[in-house]
Each structure stands twice: as C-alpha cells, then as structure tokens.
C-alpha cells in the first residue's frame, strides 16, 4: 500500500496460511510513514513535528469464518521527531520502539468505502517494552466500531472511537493524534493529540443518479457529518463538556481506483479545511 500526500505512508505485508486448508496465518511485515503532530503546554501549541517512523513486525493469527480475525504480533521500529513549526532551539527526538500487540477485527459490511449495511470493530491492545527495544514504557487500548443503517438511497452511519494510555511513562510521538477528514473535520490532521482520546460521529450520505450496472457506472454520493470529540493529558480531565464538535459536507465518487473525495470540514470558532484525496479517508 502506497499513500502519498499529507501524510506518506509505504505498508506492505507477506500473508502466508500455514496450511492449504488452515485458517491459522503468519504475515512478516514492513511499514514506514511520515505524519505532523503538535506539541502542547498548558493547551496551547508551542510546536508542530514531523515524526517519520520505520517498523517491521511479525504476526500470527486465525481467520474467524470470513468476519474476522484475530493476531498477535511483535514489532521493533526506529524514528525521528522534527521540530517543523516552532522555537528552533526545541530539541528533536530520535527514538526506538519495540513490544507486542494482540488486536481483534470484525467486518460485516457490505463494502468497504461506502457501505449501506453492516459493522466494523476494531479492537487493539499494545504494549511497548524496553525488553524489546523500545525507549519507553507504557500499555495502550484502542477501540474504534462503526455500524452502518439503509432505507432506499440513503444511509446513516454511527462511529465510536476511544484509545487511552495505561501506565504512561511515553512521548509525545506515540500520543493519539485526532485531526482530518470525519476525524474532527474542522481540523488538520494531528492538530490535537494526546494520551487519551474519544470520538464519536454521525455521518448521513446519499446515492445520487440512477446506475446502469454497466463497467462505466461510478456511483456518486453526498453526505453530511457530525463529530464530537478531543484528546487530553490525563483520564481524569476527560468530560462531555470538553468535548469540540466539528462538522463536514462532502462529496464522493466510487471509482475503479478507490474513492475520490472532496470535502470541507467545520470547527468551533470559525474554523475549517478542505480535502481532495482518493483512497480511503484516514482512521
């Protein structure tokens, strides 16, 4: 997988059943990517970096019918911090990461990009040890579900999201960004990132146009989304009442090469931004 643009990203991954008939897997994988993150003090940004991270793991798994699946895996990385925006005599991280993970996935939907039907969850438990090569300590839960209701053309769609640190000794570089397309939409992407962080949204699009079912139709769709969410320092500053809400008009065309989008996302305060990618909006 190959993502260029804002933030690059270079995925690939060797699927490999242990057996013609197994469900069991083993997958050795490569990832290197780059994304902004900004740096708070007191909430206020004081610096914008460049992280740029390389990493290769090693994952065994099962096959759950064709729903899912569960992995366990290990990874070891290096990567640095750049100080992009802010006070030059900031000092940049070079740091190393290495632990284990276990995740499990669910997908019941009926397509990938713009389902009309069905769930998706996503379940994920991190640890990160000095044992393994890491710089730092700490445990990390992630947990993100959508689901998704039709009635004719049109279709509503419910996500949650949360991921919260557990025993954090970590940086800044493995904080969880929010930011960007349905992920606070009137924001860039990273522009608040913390140890803790929720999201919730609720996104209505609508097929518009009649299809003929040919080789040529590329279904096109209009939506509206809204979203609520923010990240924080510590658990106990976590409240509906410091939660931002954002919003988002988009548009959308199924093509035979993935998604194209073109949006404008809305925040509190005035702000906004606006998007033009293809391939799938960011999780």
Do not use: C
């Not at 993935?258 to 391939?279: I, M």
């Amino acid at each position: 997988d190959l993502t260029l643009g804002t933030d690059p990203e270079l995925f690939s991954e060797f699927y490999q059943p242990l057996s013609f008939d197994s469900r069991w897997f083993v997958a050795p994988r490569i990832d290197m990517a780059q994304s902004n993150l900004n740096v708070f003090a007191s909430n206020d940004t004081v610096a914008r970096l460049r992280v740029s991270e390389a990493e290769t793991g090693l994952d065994v798994g099962r096959e759950l019918g064709n729903i899912g699946e569960f992995r366990l895996g290990t990874f070891r990385g290096i990567g640095e911090a750049r100080v992009k925006v802010g006070d030059p005599a900031l000092t940049n991280i070079d740091f190393d990461t290495g632990g284990a993970f276990a995740s499990l996935r669910f997908d019941t939907r009926d397509d990938a990009q713009f389902p009309r039907s069905g769930v998706r969850a996503d379940l994920r438990w991190t640890l990160s040890r000095p044992a393994l090569g890491a710089d730092s300590e700490f445990d990390t839960v992630e947990g993100e579900a959508s689901a998704s209701w039709s009635r004719g053309k049109s279709t509503l769609q419910l996500g949650l999201a949360y991921a919260t640190t557990l025993e954090s000794d970590n940086t800044v570089q493995d904080f969880f960004p929010l930011g960007g397309f349905l992920r606070m939409s009137g924001l860039q992407r990273g522009e608040i990132s913390g140890p803790h962080a929720a999201l919730a949204r609720l996104v209505y699009y609508r097929r518009i146009g009649d299809t003929t079912g040919g080789i040529l139709d590329t279904p096109v769709y209009v939506g509206v989304s809204a979203e609520a969410g923010n990240t924080w320092q510590a658990r106990s500053d976590m409240s509906f009442d410091s939660l931002i809400m954002n919003g988002s008009v988009f548009a959308g065309v199924d093509t035979f090469i993935g998604p194209v989008y073109l949006a404008a996302g809305f925040a509190e305060q005035g702000r906004s931004n606006f998007y033009l990618f293809v391939g799938e909006p960011p999780r």
